[in-house]
């Protein structure tokens, strides 16, 4: 009965968003009204509420809209959606002071001359609104306002005209910042946790193993991943945009035609030009560089968006009157001195020294009041000026509300899926199609695509995205990351604003569009577009670096870069270490067979045969190496074989697994039915009937699976082993000689205790047991500031322990003392010595190895291994034949 009431669910959505009733309440109306039948119904006639769900019932619905509820208002850690109304409020403001009409005019002069420029500068102009904007509707009629009549005289195909112009209205979807791209960060951090949380268990139930490798997991994103992944496809749409009429333009000049500007292209247009652009690419590098940079959050880059915006209105809503630039020119000043006195001055008030310091603070102060009093002084300009400020926030208001009672609704809605076993079937389904990963992508694109034609981008984002992305996410064939996956499907989202009957752009555009213009014209225009932006898709789709890689690198390289010893970084470090010691193996050799060559005898024995042992396996470290690839290299061999059957038997497995848990659910049903119901024996002979079908799947198993898969196993065993190994040998092999440089380096350190450490024994003789105690213990922290004294720290730590005992023993710690002045004197004897024959040769062998065999031991990486790494974790790895 609960696929009854999950086909209702689905035709009231539908119906209610057929019919033009709000989304808002047509998601969480048709969740309420489906769960309250399904209740209604399992207590007339099976006398429990929870009898027609598959999981849970009514109470457990409302936890789980609870639990929403919370998640989206109250979770500090869930703060992503934050952003929203702060690049809403700049999206707003931004449209609200004519800045897009001042960059249409400006374009177009400055490209017509150009075959298909009006067109080329629609594009542009788009492009510049998304990264400031964002606001599809406000984009669309701002360039069907202006650009449209202008393209029109010129002879523009009218098809032509419109589909440039809605399509680049429709780019602020994927160009960042994008309220899109925000939602689908926010819905994806949770589906995250559910893919990670199902590849774990199949992990575990394939391989036998508690535990699944770290490297395996799957990968999370957020907002600011996604925006930094959602760049590049934003310019390759961009560019294929331009591209397409620049080429429709030279083969049938007719439909594009050049546009010569009247005017002269002197300093006075360039002037023009600079005023026009600058001010949106310097909020556009503010906020996206600020990002980039790991200057600030998304959350904060949308503030300083949010300021830029009204700024740039306080000057541009002045326009032509006098001070016009003042607030603009004084938060300029402002921020340029801020910037200068954080340079040269320490302004942290609670460390006020030195005069310095109060002249820092000062100008800090003084900056940051300039700064402020900009701020005020252009929202008092927006705020008087047509009442601009008051309808930008009530907009504000309006619009972020909407995307959260939407976001609300969605979750409310796929609980319910969720309860009548919605997720399950859609599970099942996609698990159940032949080709693996790609064809369940494929099917889920196509599905997303259609949907694009009657539903909003926040309706599929909130709705279909919790549903399908934990099962992408959790197939190991392709091991996308999420922010992969993000990108891709909100590249396929936007074409929703340009899809027939509901496309919203087209809407937009046929308010503002002459009569002259037919909407089958438009229609028309689109085709095209639409057909660049699913080759977009395609592109991002092969080629998944163009996504990865930005993150990647902006997260290798900061500051919170992690280090080279996270597990994450290994296959792409190793990866690095082979190309090295391919380039550089020769010198890196003749580094080990000098050190081996130098004379050591002298060292304490345990310091001696540490050492020796390293260069030994510094010298091994090359084998080491060629087991990977050789255990690479086999795997690689026998993979072809061994993947159909692999893939044929891991097929049957999950069937089997799906069929036992639509098992355990008739036997939940049989156990709550009445002893000899008409249910309870319809639930035990459905249940009779899928163990039969379950145990012929199981029987169906090849009788060589498991000789074959031993085979692999143990193959994929020997690649693990050997990774293992390598990184046990290169470990043992630096970290001695890290070590001995440290303590070489501290041989003057160490001596210049001499005077402090030499008279212990005499000096804790004079004393009581409690004064020596305390004595001993500053001796034990001076000696613990130096490297390589752990023996004598330890002898020291003795005599201390004899003496606090409840009956001091001060015989004992005599003979500690003696013990430790004897191990003191001879470590500065060899340490004089070391320091003067082995010092230089030593730091210089660290140096040879340190990037690659001592790579793992560092605190950080170098730029040149962090952009590898970078450009190696860009590409999806398969890595389903571990499971």
């Known amino acids: 009965m609960e696929l009854v009431f999950l086909a209702l669910l689905i035709v009231l959505m539908a119906f209610a968003l057929g019919s033009g009733y709000p989304v808002a309440f047509a998601l969480p109306g048709s969740a309420i009204i489906s769960i309250v039948l399904a209740a209604l119904f399992g207590y007339l006639f099976a006398g429990d509420t929870d009898a027609y769900f598959a999981h849970g019932g009514p109470a457990q619905w409302l936890s789980a809209g609870v639990t929403n509820l919370r998640g989206v208002y109250w979770e500090p850690e869930r703060d992503t959606l934050i952003a929203i109304p702060l690049f809403i409020f700049m999206g707003i403001m931004l449209q609200r002071s004519k800045i897009a009409e001042d960059l249409l005019v400006t374009m177009a002069q400055l490209f017509g001359p150009v075959p298909g420029g009006l067109g080329i500068s629609v594009v542009v102009v788009g492009a510049l609104l998304a990264a400031t904007t964002g606001i599809v509707g406000a984009t669309v009629v701002a360039m069907g306002l202006i650009s449209l009549p202008a393209m029109l005289k010129h002879n523009y195909s009218k098809a032509l005209a419109t589909g440039t112009i809605a399509a680049s209205g429709t780019l602020g979807q994927i160009i960042p910042p994008s309220i899109v791209l925000i939602i689908l960060a926010d819905q994806l951090a949770s589906a995250v946790d559910q893919a990670d949380t199902a590849r774990k268990t199949l992990f575990r139930e394939t391989t036998g193993e508690v535990s699944m490798p770290s490297e395996f997991g799957v990968v999370s994103t957020s907002a600011g991943d996604m925006f930094l992944g959602a760049m590049v496809p934003g310019l390759v749409l961009v560019g294929l945009y331009i591209a397409f009429i620049l080429g429709i333009a030279l083969l049938r000049p007719k439909l594009a035609p050049a546009v010569h500007y009247e005017g002269k292209y002197d300093k006075r247009f360039a002037g023009k030009v600079a005023l026009t652009l600058i001010p949106p690419l310097t909020l556009i590098f503010l906020v996206l560089g600020s990002i980039i940079g790991g200057i600030a959050t998304v959350n904060q880059a949308g503030a300083i968006g949010a300021v830029g915006a009204m700024v740039m209105a306080g000057y541009r809503l002045y326009e032509g009157r006098p001070r016009a630039f003042y607030p603009a020119i004084l938060a300029l000043v402002s921020l340029c001195s801020i910037g200068l006195v954080l340079s040269f001055f320490d302004t942290n008030v609670k460390s006020i020294n030195t005069t310095s310091d109060q002249i820092g603070v000062t100008l800090a102060v003084i900056s940051v009041l300039g700064l402020v009093t900009a701020i005020a002084w252009s929202g008092y300009r927006a705020f008087r000026t047509d009442d601009t400020l008051t309808g930008v926030m009530i907009e504000t208001a309006k619009t972020t509300s909407l995307v959260f009672i939407i976001l609300l609704g969605a979750a409310m809605l796929t609980a319910a899926f969720r309860a009548f076993g919605g997720e399950e079937l859609v599970r099942d389904?996609?698990?159940?199609?032949?080709?693996?990963?790609?064809?369940?992508?494929?099917?889920?694109?196509?599905?997303?695509?259609?949907?694009?034609?009657?539903?909003?981008?926040?309706?599929?984002?909130v709705v279909v995205v919790p549903i399908v992305a934990p099962i992408l996410l959790a197939d190991p064939s392709a091991n996308v990351t999420a922010v992969w996956l993000g990108v891709m499907i909100g590249l396929n989202i936007q074409t929703s604003f340009l899809t027939p009957p509901?496309?919203?752009?087209?809407?937009?555009?046929?308010?503002?569009?002459?009569?002259?213009?037919?909407?089958?014209?438009?229609?028309?225009?689109?085709?095209?577009?639409?057909?660049?932006?699913?080759?977009?898709?395609?592109i991002v789709g092969v080629y998944p670096s163009l996504v990865n890689y930005l993150p990647n690198r902006v997260a290798l390289t900061s500051e919170t870069a992690p280090p080279p010893l996270n597990p994450r970084l290994q296959y792409c470090l190793e990866e690095y270490v082979n190309e090295q010691f391919a380039e550089r193996g020769t010198a890196i050799r003749s580094a080990i067979s000098r050190a081996q060559a130098l004379d050591i005898s002298y060292l304490p024995e345990d310091l001696r045969e540490?050492?020796?042992?390293?260069?030994?396996?510094?010298?091994?470290?090359?084998?080491?190496?060629?087991?990977?690839?050789?255990?690479?290299?086999?795997?690689?061999?026998?993979?072809?074989?061994?993947?159909?059957?692999?893939?044929?038997?891991?097929?049957?497995?999950?069937?089997?697994?799906?069929?036992?848990?639509?098992?355990?659910?008739?036997?939940?049903?049989a156990r709550r039915a009445e002893d000899g119901s008409r249910a309870q024996i319809r639930a035990e002979e459905r249940i009779t009937a899928l163990t039969a079908e379950r145990d012929a799947l199981l029987a169906s198993i090849p009788e060589t699976w498991e000789a074959e898969n031993g085979t692999f196993s143990e193959l994929v065993k020997a690649e693990r082993t050997a990774r293992l190994t390598y990184r046990r040998n290169a470990d043992d092999a630096y970290e001695p000689v890290d070590e001995m440089n440290k303590m070489l380096a501290d041989a003057a350190t160490l001596k210049a205790l001499n005077d402090r450490i030499v008279t212990v024994r005499e000096d804790v003789a004079a004393m009581t047991p409690e004064q020596a105690v305390e004595y001993i213990e500053e001796k034990e922290r001076l000696i613990d500031s130096v490297a390589g004294t752990r023996d004598i720290k330890r002898l020291l730590s003795r005599a201390r322990r004899a003496l606090r005992k409840r009956t001091p023993e001060p015989e004992e710690a005599d003979k500690e003392l003696a013990a430790a002045v004897e191990a003191y004197q001879a470590d500065i004897a060899w340490r004089e010595r070391a320091a003067a024959d082995l010092s230089e040769d030593l730091s210089a062998y660290q140096v040879a190895i340190r990037d690659t065999i001592g790579l793992r031991s560092q605190p950080d990486m170098t730029r040149e291994q962090s952009l590898y790494a970078a450009a190696c974790g860009a590409h999806h790895r398969d890595i389903s034949l571990n499971f």
């Not at 990963?437 to 695509?449: C, D, G, P, Y």
């Not at 028309?524 to 395609?538: H, M, S, T």
């Not at 026998?638 to 999950?654: C, F, I, Q, S, T």
Request: glycine share 8%.
């Open 429 to 461: 389904f996609l698990n159940g199609l032949p080709g693996g990963f790609w064809s369940k992508f494929i099917i889920v694109m196509a599905v997303i695509f259609v949907l694009g034609f009657f539903l909003d981008f926040i309706e599929i984002a």
């Open 610 to 669: 540490e050492l020796e042992e390293s260069f030994e396996k510094a010298a091994g470290s090359f084998d080491r190496m060629a087991d990977i690839k050789t255990a690479e290299a086999a795997i690689a061999a026998a993979a072809d074989a061994y993947r159909p059957l692999h893939r044929r038997v891991r097929d049957l497995e999950a069937a089997a697994r799906r069929l036992a848990g639509r098992i355990e659910d008739l036997e939940t049903t």
């Open 502 to 538: 509901f496309g919203f752009a087209l809407f937009y555009l046929r308010g503002v569009a002459p009569a002259v213009v037919k909407t089958i014209q438009m229609y028309k225009g689109v085709i095209a577009f639409i057909g660049l932006q699913l080759l977009a898709l395609v």
